[in-house]
């Protein structure tokens, strides 16, 4: 069983900035992928940004890319999400999660993924 537990949500302004964060405990496991996901009020849970195990690859949403940076330290078990030139469309809960994966598909989480409880961003225009 693998804890997660995010921080760092709140409300900003159009064109503001967030950083987010995920502290894993428990079962962690460093060969684990993170990510980042969000879901606005009636749509479909999406994927922001993930990270490997190694933090060497990533993978961006094409609606958040080159304004989202993600990162981890897996000596504090943790993975970050900087979120800048925010818009309100970027409003919704977001979610850290951790899974094994590997494959052309390492970003997807997985149904048995495990996850936090997620975190409220608001951007007001």
């Known amino acids: 069983q693998v804890e997660l537990v995010e921080s760092g949500g709140g409300s900003v302004q159009a064109g503001g900035s967030l950083g987010l964060s995920c502290q894993a405990s428990?079962?962690?496991?460093?060969?684990?992928?993170m990510g980042w996901f969000r879901q606005a009020p009636g749509k479909e849970r999406e994927t922001v940004a993930a990270?490997?195990?190694?933090?060497?690859?990533?993978y961006y949403s094409p609606t958040v890319k080159g304004r989202v940076t993600i990162s981890r330290d897996n000596a504090k078990n943790t993975v970050y999400l900087q979120m800048n030139s925010l818009i309100p469309e970027d409003t919704a809960v977001y979610s850290c999660?951790?899974?094994?994966?590997?494959?052309?598909?390492?970003?997807?989480?997985?149904?048995?993924?495990?996850w936090g409880q997620g975190t409220q961003v608001t951007v007001s225009s």
């Open positions: 999660a951790a899974w094994e994966k590997y494959g052309s598909t390492w970003y997807q989480a997985p149904d048995f993924a495990f």
């Open positions: 990270i490997d195990w190694s933090g060497l690859n990533t």
């Open positions: 428990g079962r962690t496991a460093s060969n684990n992928a």
